[in-house]
C-alpha cells in the first residue's frame, strides 16, 4: 500500500523544528461506550468482560426476523452529553444503516447516524498552560458499538496473515456515542496538549453526566485523532492521516506529537501527506501505516428502514437540561475558590487525579492544604511505587482524614505519621488501629522527654553552652539526639521548647 | 447506462469479490436492469411529496433501558458454520495490501 515516491519518510524532524515551519490542523473524533443497563436496540446486557458471546440475541446478531427497538435511556443520556457540549438538539432526525464487509458486525452494517446527528454544533472549552481554547463541537451522534474480533494465526493477534478470526458480538449493539470536533487550528506546538486536555476534559465531563465510565484502558473511551499540516502562513490545510487506537491521555498527547513530526519530515523530502488510516503503538509511540481509508460514499449510507425518525420533544430537552449536574469546569472553579489553592495547585491534583480524593479527603475533616499535600506527595510517591492509580491506593480518604487529624492534635508527627500509612497500606487496619498496634502515638510522658532531654545536654556539653549563651539555633543537634533516643516518637517542635526552657532560653 | 462497469468494479472491491472481466460485464448489464426498474419510482416523485423513509407515519418508538434474557452463547453459535473458543469462527478477513 504503501507508495514510495509519495510517502518518502525523509530525513527525522524534530518537533519543536516542525510546528516552527509547519501549521498542525487536529480534530478528534472521540467514541464513548453509554453505560446503560440494556443494548441500543435490544435488552442484552452490556457487562464488560463476559464470557463470548454470552449476551447476544437475535436482534444484535441481526437475525432474519428481528427488529431493532431504540432504548429511551441511550437517547437521553445523549442529549444529556449535547446539552452540556452546548449543542443544539435535533427536533427531528434518523437514524442510518453504515454498510460495510467486516464481521465485526454480523448485520453486514452498523446502525448509526451520518447526515442528521442528534446533537450539533456545540463547544467545549479547555485549559491549556494556563490559556483556555474552546474546541468547537461539530456534532454528537449515536449509533451501535461493533463485535471484537480476535486473529488468529499469522503475526500474534494482527489482522494481516491471519489464518481466521473469531467474533464475539457482546460488545456489538451497546450504546456509543461519538463526539466529532471542528478542526482545531491554531493551536501551534501546544496541539499535542490541546488534543489531550480535550480528552481529558471530555472524559471528565462524561463522567460528571454519570453516562458512562469512561475507562479508556477498557476500552468505554476510544479515540481516534485526525491531523494536518501546512506551511506556516499558508491558507491551505494540508491532508490529513486518522490515527487510530489511541488508548490513553498520554498516548493522545504522543500520537498528535510523532504525527506532527512524520508529515513534516514527508514534505520536507517532497513527498506529499496520504489520506490514509493509520495505527498508533503504544511502545514506540509512533505510528505506521493502515488500510486506505473509504470515502464515505463507499460506505453507502441510507436511512435505516427498521427505526422510525426521533423527534425529542422540546420540554423533554429541557427537562434533560434542568437535571444537568454541575459541569466539571464549574465544580473545579468552586472547590479552587474553597480551597483558596493556585491554578497550579489544581493542575497538579487534576494531572494527578486526586481532585475527587482530596475533596473527599476535605469533606472527612482534613484541612484543604492537609489533604492536597498528603495525596500529591505521600501518596503519589507511593501510588507510583506500585505502579496503581491514586485511587486504587488501599487507603480511604475517611482514613488521610483521621491521621491528618492525628498529627494536628499532636499524637503523631510527621515521620510517625508515614508509618501509619504504612500500616493502612499493608492492611493493618485503620490508622487508630495501627498506632495501637504499632505503639506508635508521640511520647507526651513529660517524665520520659525530660529525661531524655536532660541526658541529652549533659552528653553534649558544649553545644548545651552554645545555647545558654543565646545560639537557639544549636538546639537541632539536641533535639535530634531526644529524637533519637525516643525512637523517633516525640513531638520535634516540643522537644525544642523543652530544650531552650531547661537552659533558660525560653 | 445508469452504473458503469467501473462502478460495478468498485463495489465489487468493497465487498472483497474477486470478480473477473466477463462477469464485470454481465453483472454491470444486469444491475442496470435492476436500477433502471427501482428508478422508475422517480418518475412518480413530484414536488410536494416529502421523501419518505418509513412506511408507517410514527416517531419517537422506545423501549425501557431494561435487560431481558439472551440466548447464552451455545444457543447463539448453534446455527454457527464454524464456531471455537464460543465465538463465531469468520475465514480470514479480506485486507487489502
Known amino acids: 500500500m504503501t507508495d514510495s515516491t509519495t510517502t518518502t519518510a525523509g530525513l527525522p524532524v524534530s518537533f519543536d523544528d516542525a510546528v516552527a515551519r509547519y501549521e498542525p490542523v487536529i480534530g478528534l473524533e472521540t467514541h464513548v461506550e453509554l453505560g446503560t443497563a440494556s443494548k441500543m436496540f435490544c435488552g442484552c446486557p452490556t457487562v464488560f468482560g463476559a464470557e463470548p458471546n454470552s449476551g447476544v440475541c437475535p436482534v444484535c446478531l441481526g437475525l432474519p426476523g428481528s427488529l431493532p427497538v431504540i432504548n429511551r435511556a441511550a437517547i437521553e443520556y445523549a442529549i444529556r452529553i449535547g446539552l452540556a457540549l452546548n449543542c443544539s438538539i435535533a427536533s427531528w432526525c434518523r437514524f442510518a444503516r453504515k454498510n460495510y464487509f467486516y464481521p465485526d458486525m454480523p448485520k453486514n452494517f452498523q446502525i448509526s447516524q451520518y447526515d442528521e446527528p442528534l446533537c450539533s454544533d456545540g463547544y467545549l472549552d479547555v485549559e491549556v498552560e494556563g490559556q483556555q481554547v474552546r474546541i468547537g463541537i461539530e456534532r454528537v451522534h449515536l449509533e451501535e458499538d461493533t463485535g471484537k474480533s480476535l486473529h488468529i494465526g499469522g503475526t500474534a493477534g494482527r489482522i494481516h496473515g491471519a489464518d481466521y478470526s473469531l467474533v464475539d458480538y457482546n460488545r456489538a449493539g451497546i450504546p456509543l456515542v461519538e463526539v466529532v470536533t471542528k478542526p482545531i487550528a491554531g493551536t501551534g506546538a501546544l496541539a499535542p496538549a490541546v488534543a489531550r486536555a480535550y480528552v481529558t476534559e471530555l472524559r471528565d465531563l462524561m463522567r460528571a453526566l454519570d453516562v458512562s465510565d469512561v475507562r479508556m484502558e477498557q476500552g468505554s473511551l476510544r479515540c481516534d485523532v485526525n491531523t494536518s499540516i501546512a506551511p506556516a502562513g499558508s491558507d491551505r490545510w494540508g491532508t490529513r492521516t486518522e490515527t487510530k487506537n489511541v488508548n490513553s491521555l498520554r498516548s493522545v498527547e504522543r500520537a498528535v506529537r510523532s504525527e506532527i513530526e512524520r508529515q513534516a519530515a514527508v514534505l520536507d523530502a517532497g513527498g506529499r501527506v496520504i489520506q490514509e488510516t493509520r495505527h498508533f503503538h503504544e511502545d514506540t509511540g509512533s505510528t505506521t501505516s493502515g488500510r486506505s481509508k473509504e470515502e464515505a460514499q463507499d460506505y453507502r449510507y441510507f436511512p435505516e428502514p427498521d427505526l422510525v425518525p426521533l423527534a425529542p420533544a422540546p420540554q423533554w430537552v429541557e427537562e434533560i437540561r434542568a437535571g444537568l449536574p454541575e459541569l466539571p469546569a464549574a465544580r473545579r472553579a468552586r472547590l479552587q475558590a474553597d480551597w483558596d489553592f493556585t491554578d497550579q495547585d489544581m493542575s497538579a491534583l487534576r494531572n494527578a487525579g486526586a481532585l475527587d480524593l482530596v475533596e473527599e479527603t476535605v469533606a472527612a475533616g482534613a484541612s484543604p492544604d492537609q489533604a492536597r499535600n498528603w495525596w500529591l506527595t505521600e501518596l503519589s510517591r507511593r501510588a507510583n511505587e506500585s505502579g496503581v492509580e491514586l485511587s486504587a491506593l488501599p487507603v480511604t480518604p475517611g482514613q488521610v482524614a483521621r491521621i491528618c487529624a492525628l498529627v494536628a492534635a499532636g499524637e503523631l508527627n510527621n515521620k510517625l505519621a508515614r508509618q501509619v500509612l504504612d500500616g493502612v497500606l499493608a492492611g493493618e487496619g485503620s490508622p487508630d488501629e495501627v498506632v495501637a498496634a504499632r505503639g506508635l502515638s508521640v511520647v507526651t510522658d513529660s517524665g520520659v522527654l525530660a529525661a531524655a532531654v536532660d541526658e541529652a545536654i549533659a552528653a553534649n556539653p558544649e553545644i548545651a553552652d552554645k545555647i545558654r549563651g543565646g545560639k537557639a539555633a544549636a538546639a537541632g543537634a539536641l533535639v535530634g539526639a531526644v529524637m533519637k533516643a525516643t525512637r523517633g516518637q516525640a513531638d520535634a517542635a516540643s522537644v525544642r521548647d523543652l530544650i531552650l526552657q531547661r537552659l533558660g532560653q525560653a | ?97
Open chain 2, 1 to 97: 447506462m445508469s452504473i458503469t462497469r467501473d462502478e460495478v468494479a468498485h463495489l465489487a472491491r468493497l465487498a472483497r469479490l474477486a470478480l473477473a472481466d466477463d462477469e464485470l460485464d454481465r453483472f454491470a448489464a444486469q444491475l442496470d436492469v435492476i436500477i433502471t426498474a427501482v428508478a422508475r419510482v422517480q418518475e412518480v416523485a413530484a414536488a410536494g411529496i416529502p421523501p419518505t423513509s418509513h412506511a408507517a407515519d410514527l416517531r419517537n418508538v422506545f423501549r425501557d433501558d431494561v435487560i431481558t434474557p439472551s440466548l447464552g452463547a451455545e444457543a447463539a453459535l448453534a446455527q454457527a458454520p464454524a464456531a471455537e473458543q464460543d465465538r463465531f469462527r469468520v475465514p480470514r478477513i479480506g485486507v487489502e495490501d
